[in-house]
């Protein structure tokens, strides 16, 4: 599989190059994000591009304020502008979450379970020092971020071998932090 690249196995060859934000997530799902989703491909975890993380957190936050919904049932409300404006959570924190994420674009994409990888990761947020907003707003930006990844794989099938290789990465980071 090494031989014939990630490139071969998503389809980058067809893309147009340029400079945008999709552009530059499509070279993560293509190039880097197949390190994220199949261990096989490589076991260095790569960076996300910033712009890429940015974008979504923008998207996020943009889809937060009075959108998502507190445990109450009461949509998210910031106290002030200074609140909405603000990032929610920091920017670390985004690209781990947008980078735990990824797997689960790809889950969506070969019709894999993923359900029980998420709810174990918020699991896991939860348990941590965020302000129920925060954890919120990570839900809501994992939600952006797989839902990006699968946009920007469904061009293609997902082959057999991809499936499994799926399939292994969930397992693998199921009970990562």
């Known amino acids: 599989m090494r031989g014939r690249g990630t490139a071969a196995l ?14 530059q997530w499509r070279l ?33 936050q943009d889809n937060f304020w009075g959108r998502a919904v507190l445990s109450s049932g009461e949509p998210v409300q910031p ?10 959570i920091p920017f670390p924190d985004s690209v781990r979450v947008v980078s735990a994420a990824a797997p689960v674009g790809g889950a969506l994409w070969c019709g ?8 174990a990761f918020m699991q896991s947020e939860r348990r941590k020092s965020w302000s129920e907003k925060q954890v919120a707003f990570i839900g809501v930006l994992f939600g952006i971020a797989q839902r990006s990844m699968w946009n920007a794989l469904k061009q293609n099938p997902c082959t057999p071998e991809t499936r499994e290789l799926v399939i292994r990465r969930l397992g693998e980071t199921k009970a990562a932090p």
């Open 79 to 88: 106290i002030d502008d200074a609140e909405r404006t603000a990032p929610v």
């Open 28 to 60: 993560f799902v293509c190039g880097v994000g197949l390190v994220t989703v199949s261990p096989s491909v490589g076991m260095a975890q790569q960076a996300l591009p910033d712009a890429v993380v940015q974008a979504l957190v923008a998207t996020a």
């Open 10 to 23: 998503c389809g980058c060859a067809k893309l147009i190059e340029g400079t945008t934000v999709l552009f």
């Open 112 to 119: 894999v379970e993923w359900q029980p990888y998420y709810l």
